[in-house]
């Protein structure tokens, strides 16, 4: 790969959110004989109303529960805060399942990578200031999708950048799930540069402006990014450049942009209209 693009990437993605350090996606037409029926036959599950906030006394650790998800999923999911000095990261706790010892397992790997983020981006937490929001956006039986939100402001930086991470977790395997598990990273890389690309939550201005910056990107550098997507972390000090999830069949996951553009976009691929 040419080293010049790469200084270039690099250069882009410091501006770029915590969540999606680097670069893009893009797209190739699906294969014919993709098999995606395990990822997408989950039922629909919906958010029930978030109930009021229950303080918990602990030492600059867990702040807040608050139940997300009851009853109808068969298993109960919480909300908690960790907090310490300018750090706040929403996580979810995991209740009701079968298995006790695997539901301890499910939720330390749930909280180990909301927390990550810390050390992979070497977060000072007195001089840097972190606040992430989580939103469950589907837990059952078999599996929970988590997606974190949120702004970083490096101790000395002109402003804060956007967050934004992801994560979905086997409750049976106790394994984390990934761009991997839905598509490859060169067919997303392909979508991305196409004609086709659909966003989630953005302007015409803005996807105007987007469209007119993917003009820098390269098929090759942004294959590798989606190809690195997601947990589990590659080492404790590097932070994915993109993370994704699957929401009722739709595959979304980020594209790293300048600040100018608002640190990331999130692209939507419906592999049943390709």
């Known amino acids: 790969m040419d080293t010049t693009k790469k200084i270039i990437i690099g250069a ?5 959110v915590v969540g999606a350090v680097s670069i893009g996606l893009i797209f190739g037409l699906a294969p014919a004989d993709t098999d995606l029926s395990t990822i997408h036959t989950q039922e629909a599950t919906s958010v029930p109303e978030a109930t009021e906030p ?37 996580y979810p706790v995991v209740s009701q399942m079968n298995d006790s010892a695997k539901q301890d397992n499910v939720n330390e790997l749930l909280k180990t990578n909301a927390l990550s983020i810390i050390q992979a981006n070497d ?19 078999k599996r929970l999708t988590a ?17 934004f991470y992801t994560n979905t977790v ?17 067919t997303m890389a392909g979508y991305v540069l196409s004609d086709d690309v659909e966003f989630v939550g953005i302007t ?34 590097v932070w994915p450049e993109s993370f994704s999830y699957e929401n009722h069949g739709t595959i979304c996951f980020s594209v790293p942009v300048p600040h100018a553009l608002g640190d990331y ?10």
């Open 170 to 186: 086997d409750l049976n395997q106790v394994r984390n799930l990934g761009l991997s598990d839905y598509t490859d990273g060169y």
């Open 123 to 141: 977060l000072d937490e007195t001089a840097d200031t972190l606040t992430v929001k989580c939103e469950v956006i589907s837990a059952d039986r």
């Open 12 to 16: 882009i993605g410091a501006a770029v």
């Open 204 to 237: 015409q201005d803005q996807k105007e402006a987007f469209l007119e910056y993917r003009d820098s990107l390269d098929l090759d550098i942004l294959t590798e990014v989606f190809n690195g997507a997601d947990f589990p972390l590659a080492s404790d000090t």
């Open 54 to 90: 229950a303080t918990v006394e602990e030492s600059s650790s867990v702040q807040e529960s608050e139940t997300v998800k009851e009853g109808t999923t068969g298993i109960s999911v919480q909300l908690e805060t960790y907090s310490s000095g300018n750090i706040s990261i929403q």
């Open 265 to 274: 976009v999130i692209v939507a691929f419906d592999p049943s209209t390709k």
């Open 147 to 163: 997606v974190y939100k949120g702004d970083r402001m490096s101790n000395g930086a002109a402003y804060p950048v956007s967050v």
